[in-house]
């Protein structure tokens, strides 16, 4: 299944553009993403038990405009399992070391009230991937 025309390749040219600009600026529209690292370190950490947890404060608060996305390798097995909260205008936060009881935390604080955990980030800077 190759590329065969140019109009292809810009459009997966510009659809990798958008994906890098998500990085730097947050995801559109009016959607709340929960990315969770759910690779092999992820997963041996318990990120599926964060994932589970994040899911039933979704149901159980019954909000609509959160999407809660498992994903591969994030890049800081260190501090698996990871979440990474992204807020429309604003940038990505990625928290580290989460657990069942932070999981909820981060979800009042962030999701629900929209302030950050300042403690439980990363220092992440996405300047750096748009410059690669």
């Known amino acids: 299944m190759g590329i065969k025309s140019l109009d292809e390749l810009r459009k997966i040219r510009e659809n ?11 995801n559109e529209g009016d959607n709340i993403e929960i990315l969770i690292g759910m690779a092999t ?25 959160v999407k809660i996305v498992p994903v591969g390798c994030i890049g800081y097995c ?7 909260v992204n807020i429309p205008g604003q940038k990505p936060v990625i928290y580290g070391k989460v657990d069942k009881d932070r999981a909820i935390e981060i979800f009042n604080s962030h999701i629900i009230k929209g302030k950050a955990i300042k ?3 990363l220092d992440i800077d996405f300047e750096r991937a748009k410059q690669l």
């Not at 990798?16 to 947050?26: A, E, F, H, V």
């Not at 260190?78 to 990474?84: G, L």
């Open 119 to 121: 403690k439980y980030t």
């Open 78 to 84: 260190h501090s698996e399992p990871i979440i990474q």
């Open 16 to 26: 990798s553009i958008k994906k890098i600009d998500l990085r730097n600026q947050g």
């Open 41 to 65: 370190c992820g997963i041996a950490s318990g990120a599926r038990e964060i994932l589970n947890t994040l899911a039933e404060e979704v149901s159980k608060k019954n909000i609509k405009n």
